[in-house]
C-alpha cells in the first residue's frame, strides 16, 4: 500500500464529496461510520453539479463520474480523489498528478469486494446454466419440471483477467468440479493479490488447471463452456470480447461479466447473440448505467443482467465505508493515508 502524507490546512470541518446518487449505502455507511466526527461532512451531489461544487471538498469518491482534467482543474482544495471500489478507469490520472491529487483505489481483496463479486459471477453462471427467464415463465404458467437445465459440475471455466476477483472466483469454483483456465498478463509473485501465497512456485498452484498470456487467449476461448471477465477497463482491455473472440468460443457457451461493460463490444456480443453462437450472457454492468431496460439485448430468454451489484453487500460495503471514513480522519489529522492504493 502507497502511503502520503495527508495534509489539510482546513482545521474546522474536512469534506468529503460523494458524486452521484446511485450506489446509495456508500455515502449511507460511511456517514454512519462517522457520525461521532461532526468536523467530517459528507455529502453527495448529482453528477452534473459535481464541476460546481467540488471547488468545496477534499476527498471526492467519483463512483461513476467522470472525472476529466476540466473538472480536476477546479478541485482547488482537493487532497485525494478515490473509488468506492477499484474502477478508476473515468479518472484522467495525470490531470490529477499535475494539480498534486492523490488518486486511489480501495484494494478488493482486504475489503470482501472481490468475493463479493466472484459470488456474483457464480450467480449469474448457475442463472443461465439453470434458464431463469425459462424458470420464471414457467412458474407463471404453473409448469412443474421444466426447464431442463445444467449443472456447472464437469464445465471448463475461462477467467479472463487473474487479479483479485479471478482469484477469489478460482477458489469458490474448484469445490464445483470444474476445470478453470485463467489468462494474465503477467504470472509473477510480486503480482499476487493480498491473501495469496506464494509459497508454491507460482502462487497459484491448485487453484487452476491451465494458464496463460494474452497470446493464449483465443486457444483458451476456444476450450471453455463459460467465459467470465474480470479485467480492469483500460485503453487495451476496452473492447477485448469482440468479434474475433466471441467467434473462437464454443457454440453455446457462456458469457459473463462483472468488470467493466466496456470490455465487451457491443455490436458483436448481439450478434453472437441473435446467431446462436452465443449460449447465454450475464451482465452485472453494461455499456452504458443505468442500461436501457428495453435494449435488444435483453430481449433473448438466455441473457440475465442485475444492476451493477456485484460488490454491493453488506460486508464489502461497511468495509470500503471505514476506508473512506478512516482516509477523512486522517487527512483532518495531518496523518499518512493508509488502507488505500495510491496509484500516482
Same mark, same amino acid.
Given at each position: 500500500m502507497a502511503e502520503v502524507t495527508a495534509e489539510n490546512g482546513y482545521n474546522h470541518i474536512t469534506r468529503v464529496l460523494f458524486c452521484g446518487f446511485y450506489w446509495s449505502a456508500s455515502q449511507k455507511y460511511t456517514r454512519e461510520y462517522l457520525q461521532n466526527y461532526p468536523f467530517i461532512q459528507i455529502d453527495e451531489v448529482a453528477l452534473d453539479d459535481v464541476p460546481d461544487v467540488i471547488d468545496k471538498y477534499h476527498i471526492c469518491v467519483v463512483k461513476n463520474r467522470r472525472m476529466d482534467s476540466k473538472v480536476i482543474a477546479k478541485a482547488v482544495q482537493m487532497k485525494l480523489i478515490m473509488q468506492f471500489g477499484v474502477g478508476l478507469e473515468g479518472v484522467d490520472i495525470d490531470a490529477a498528478t499535475r494539480h498534486k491529487i492523490k488518486v486511489?483505489?480501495?484494494?478488493?481483496?482486504?475489503?470482501?469486494?472481490?468475493?463479493?463479486?466472484?459470488?456474483?459471477?457464480?450467480? %449469474?453462471?448457475?442463472?443461465? $446454466?439453470?434458464?431463469?427467464?425459462?424458470?420464471?415463465?414457467?412458474?407463471?404458467? *404453473?409448469? #412443474?419440471?421444466?426447464?431442463?437445465?445444467?449443472?456447472? %459440475?464437469?464445465?471448463?471455466? $475461462?477467467?479472463?483477467?487473474?487479479?483479485?476477483?479471478?482469484?477469489?472466483?478460482? *477458489?469458490? #469454483?474448484?469445490?464445483?468440479?470444474?476445470?478453470?483456465?485463467?489468462?494474465?498478463?503477467?504470472?509473477?509473485s510480486d503480482s499476487l493479490p493480498a491473501g495469496v501465497s506464494n509459497a508454491q512456485s507460482d502462487g497459484f498452484d491448485g487453484l487452476i488447471d491451465k494458464k496463460g498470456g494474452p497470446e493464449n487467449m483465443y486457444e483458451f476461448a476456444s476450450e471453455a463452456d463459460i467465459v467470465v471477465t474480470c479485467l480492469t477497463l483500460t485503453t487495451e482491455s476496452a473492447g477485448i470480447v469482440d468479434e474475433k473472440f466471441l467467434s473462437h468460443m464454443r457454440k453455446g457457451s457462456l458469457l459473463v461479466n462483472v468488470a467493466r461493460g466496456g470490455l465487451l463490444e457491443y455490436n458483436s456480443v448481439l450478434h453472437h447473440l441473435e446467431s446462436g453462437n452465443l449460449g447465454g450472457l450475464g451482465i452485472d454492468v453494461a455499456w452504458t448505467e443505468p442500461f436501457d431496460p428495453d435494449d435488444p439485448i435483453l430481449k433473448f430468454p438466455n441473457v440475465l443482467i442485475t444492476p451493477h451489484v456485484a460488490g454491493v453487500t453488506e460486508h464489502s460495503y461497511r468495509t470500503m465505508a471505514k476506508v473512506v471514513g478512516d482516509c477523512a480522519l486522517q487527512l483532518h489529522a495531518g496523518k499518512p493515508f493508509s488502507g488505500i492504493e495510491i496509484v500516482n
Open positions: 486511489a483505489r480501495i484494494p478488493g481483496s482486504v475489503t470482501g469486494n472481490s468475493a463479493s463479486c466472484a459470488e456474483m459471477a457464480i450467480y %449469474l453462471m448457475l442463472g443461465l $446454466l439453470r434458464k431463469q427467464k425459462e424458470m420464471d415463465v414457467a412458474v407463471k404458467q *404453473k409448469n #412443474l419440471g421444466e426447464p431442463t437445465g445444467d449443472t456447472l %459440475l464437469g464445465k471448463t471455466v $475461462l477467467i479472463l483477467g487473474f487479479g483479485a476477483i479471478g482469484v477469489d472466483l478460482a *477458489k469458490r #469454483l474448484r469445490s464445483f468440479g470444474v476445470k478453470i483456465l485463467a489468462i494474465k498478463r503477467r504470472w509473477t
